[in-house]
């Protein structure tokens, strides 16, 4: 028996390749999407937006995400996490 978080699911992440790279698409909701990448040569983590994430002012977060998933990875899940009900809350008060 396998436990799976419900973050988690197939129908909620993809593993996708772009450019000879292989990238993790998370879906936060609606039709928002961050990319997660593993960059080869440094090791650093990556998040981007797919989308109006970007356009939405919310670019900002994506780097302080990304900074402070590199001095601790282990942060990604809790930052994914708080990044989708962040998202989701201002898709909903629009």
């Known amino acids: 028996m396998s ?3 419900p973050c988690v699911s197939r129908r909620l992440t993809a593993i996708v390749r772009i450019a000879g ?3 993790l698409h998370v879906h936060l909701c609606a039709d928002e999407t961050v990319v997660v ?6 090791g650093k983590i990556g998040l981007r ?3 109006d994430l970007g356009a939405a002012g ?3 977060r994506f780097v302080a995400l990304s900074e402070k998933v590199n001095e601790s990875p ?8 708080r990044l989708r009900v962040n998202v989701c809350g201002t898709l909903s008060s629009l």
């Open 58 to 60: 919310r670019a900002p």
């Open 3 to 5: 436990c799976v978080s």
């Open 37 to 42: 990448t593993i960059e080869p040569c440094s």
């Open 74 to 81: 282990t942060l990604l899940l809790g930052g994914l996490m």
């Open 21 to 23: 790279t292989q990238a």
């Open 49 to 51: 937006d797919t989308g």
